[in-house]
């Protein structure tokens, strides 16, 4: 079984009385390792399918297998569990804590291992060092631009070293320059830390960094050529 | 579990500062019922303890089995003498209620004066009085001595004048102090001489002062005992709270009535705060449970939250209430004794603790359903913002 697997998922969304069919039968395998760039029109389903490998959400039928665990049948604080060891998440919004200075954001994870405080301290440091904003720990969200926001929010992915890190348009928010920024740091995570990758983007440039490309439509998945992609 | 609750609350509370604005709003919510409730609680307790000032748990008033006020009550001589002998009797007075007519000091119109016939007993019965003019009456003569307040609001009551109460004339002989109870507002005189100027020849009450507030049982027994005796006994605490029993329903539940409609209207004004202050964190919340952390955890930490801002609230409105009512002091009329009763706010400890009481529970209540709703959300829903 390849590292992540998508068996015949299907995901429904009920609103009110009416049934919002996301996802029809969807099969995928990555192996690990593997930089996926998952693209389609807004709508089409790619945040669902995220949320589903990322374990926060779970399917209406079909399995979801990531690196060994079967997330279909699992409840909500076993996923909590395995999500904290397992997934780091990337979010558009960067979704810091505006209260928290940069590294106690990325410190967060590691509040959940049993880690003490000082080691908690080291870790998160390393990870800001990784991304180039060591020298920012002590600045809140507020004080930092949207590309360094960007990057402490990677830092907080990582920080406590899982296997696969998904991201939701990481670069949706950001001007190019910064957005560069951010893809040429993934594609470092992907290479010379072995992070697999899911991300989804609208942008064709960002996909470009990816070793895979996926189309998303209307709940299909349609593989895409490289040159399809850069054209 | 427990170790995440303690580091996201540690987490939580840290940031309280960078907070401030909703967390103050919070604070001085529940802190303004807070002390509204302690005020009104502390009016009406320092009303109560004043109405019991006077009141002595060692003096028991008998009045005739049935009656409910002086007036309307009689006590036999034979009675009277029967029940000196009985135990836990260590002074006895019987009494004759009447009420004459007086003019005023201010209009010169005739009002209602309360003339108490008193045996010799009665100084022991009430050791609070005090001659502080003139002398006391001798027994069998026609004199009156008169309280200070009595003499203060009706006309001819100096020391020296005479007074015509109903056909007779009396001469005032000094004028008494009472501990600044409703006895003030009466004038004495001696028993024998009231009932033969009065023509009555039965008591209206007997006045008795217990060996020890103990005896109280045995007395009523003793008295229950005798089939010659239609009277019943009545401790002066329970008398005087019967006789103001209207009032002080009217105040306790005029001041619960306001306190329970404020407590529920901040309790909902606490609740739209905490919503509001928690629901701008249901993006942080669902990220936080992304990342992995479990949903009780984080309820419990709001609530944690919420109930030490109820707290810190509570304790600032029952300061506030110390420190601006405590000991102030207001007057009202008590209409049962017809005289004024002025009372101080009395902001006990009970009083503060039932105020700490409400603001926890409006703090926890507050702070459990936008905490239950933020963390049990699906959290794609919130991550979308919905
Ligand atoms: N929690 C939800 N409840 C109801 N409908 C949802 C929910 N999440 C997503 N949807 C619907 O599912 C469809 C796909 O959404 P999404 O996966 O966010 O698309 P994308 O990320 O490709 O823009 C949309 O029509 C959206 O309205
Ligand atoms: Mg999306």
Known sequence: MAFIELTNVVKNYEKGSEVVHVLQDLNLSLHEGDFLALMGPSGS???????????????????????GANL????????????????????????????????????????????????????ALTALRTVSLEDRAKHKPGELSGGQQQRVAIARAIV????????????????????????????????????????????????????????LDKGVLVESEQAEVSA | ???????????????????????????????????????????????????????????????RDGSTDEMASSI???????????????ALSPELYTVVDVPKMDT?????????????????????VEIVEGRNFVPGRTEIIAGVKAASEFRGLDVGSEVSLRDSTWQVVGHFEAGGSAYESEIWLDFPAALSAFRRNSATSLRIRLDSPTSFDELSQAIANDPRLQVQVISEPSFIEGQSATLRQVIKSF?????????????????????????TRTIEIATLRAIGFSSVPIVISVMIEAVILAVLGGVLGALFSYLFFNGFTVATLNPAAFSQVAFDFNVSTEIVYLGMTWAIVIGFFGGLLPAISAAYIPITAALRGE
């Not at chain 1, 320059?177 to 064709?204: C, R, W």
């Not at chain 2, 009016?43 to 004043?50: I, K, Q, T, V």
């Not at chain 2, 010169?108 to 609070?128: H, K, M, Q, S």
């Open chain 1, 45 to 67: 389903g790619k945040s669902t399918l995220l949320n589903l490998i990322g374990g926060i959400d779970q399917p209406t039928a079909g399995s979801v297998v990531v690196d």
């Open chain 1, 72 to 123: 279909d049948n699992m409840s909500g604080s076993q996923l909590a569990k395995w999500r904290s060891a397992t997934i780091g998440f990337v979010f558009q919004f960067y979704n810091l804590l505006p209260f928290l200075t940069a590294e106690r954001n990325v410190e967060l994870p590691l509040l959940l291992t049993n880690l003490r405080g000082s080691q908690r301290k080291e870790n």
């Open chain 1, 160 to 215: 406590a070293d899982p296997k696969v890190l998904v991201c939701d348009e990481p670069t949706g928010d950001l001007d190019r320059q910064s957005a560069q920024e951010i893809l040429a740091l993934l594609e470092t995570l992907n290479e010379q830390f072995g992070k697999t990758i899911i991300m989804v983007t609208h942008d064709p440039l960002a996909a470009e960094h990816a070793k895979t490309v996926l189309h």
């Open chain 2, 1 to 63: 579990m427990l170790k995440q609750i303690f580091k996201i609350s540690l987490m939580n509370l840290r940031n309280l500062p960078s907070r401030f604005g909703i967390s103050s709003v919070v604070v001085v919510g529940i802190g303004g019922v807070v002390g509204v409730l302690v005020a009104i609680l502390a009016m009406a307790s320092g009303f109560e303890s004043a109405l019991a000032s006077g009141a002595s748990s060692d003096r028991v008033i008998l009045l």
């Open chain 2, 76 to 90: 036999s001589q034979e009675e009277v003498a029967l029940i000196g002998t009985l135990p836990g009797v260590a």
């Open chain 2, 108 to 128: 010169g119109t005739y009002a209602n004066l309360i003339a108490r016939g008193v045996g010799t007993g009665a100084f022991d019965v009430r050791p609070e």
């Open chain 2, 255 to 279: 001041g619960y009535a306001v306190a329970v409609i404020m407590a529920i209207g901040a309790l909902f004004a606490a609740l739209n705060t905490m919503y509001t202050a928690v629901s």
